[in-house]
C-alpha cells in the first residue's frame, strides 16, 4: 500500500478555491486515488476518485499529474460548510484503505 | 453514491456487558466489509476485513476474540464488542465496497460506543 502524504492543515476565506495537495510517490501500476470528507462524528464520504489526468464532479477536481506521484484536490468557491477533514489515499481494486492523517480544513467567513 | 449504514448510531453500556453494531450496505451487494474504530482528533484505525461467509482478516494488534464479526450475508456485516471496557469507547465505523468498474468503498455514518 502506497503511504500518502498530505498537509496536516489549511485555511481559506469563503468564495475562495482550496488546493490540497497529496504525495504518494510509491504508487503502483494498479492504484487508484481517492479522496474522502468526513465532518466531525459522521464518516468519511467519498469526494472524488481517479486513476490519472483529471477527473471533475460536481463536488472536486481532481488533477493527477503523468507520474502520478501526487494528486490534487481541488474545492471551487469554498463555503463554511467544506470545513472538515480531508483524506487522501491510494488504492488498489478491493483492497483496504489506510488512513493518513488527513488535512484539517478551515474555512472562515 | 451507495447509502450505507449502522446500527445503532450510538450506545451506552456498562463495563462487562457486549454489544452489537451492525453494518448494511442498503442499495448494493457487498463482498467485502471493513471496520474501523477512531478516538477523537485522530485518524481511522483499521480494525478488520469482512468476508461474506468466511472468517474476518484482523489487522496486527486487535483482538479477534474481543472484536467478533460476522458477515453472514451480502448486505450485512456485525460487529460485537465482547466484554466491554471503557477503553473500547470509541467512534467504530464500517465500510462496504462496491463492485462496479471503480470498486469504491462508501462509509457508514458511524456508531458511538460509550463504556461506563
Redesign the interface.
Known sequence: LAKTTQPISMDSYEGQEVNITCSHNNIATND?I?W?QQFP??????II?GYKTKVTNEVASLFIPADRKSSTLSLPRVSLSDTAVY?CLV?R??D???????TRLQVFP | GAVVSQHPSWVICKSGTSVKIECRSLDFQATTMFWYRQFPKQSLMLMATSNEGSKATYEQGVEKDKFLINHASLTLSTLTVTSAHPEDSSFYICSAIQEDSTDTQYFGPGTRLTVL
Open positions: 487508484y481517492t474522502y462524528s459522521q464518516g468519511p464520504r467519498f476518485q483524506y488504492r481494486n478491493t483496504k484503505l489506510i488512513f493518513g492523517t488527513g
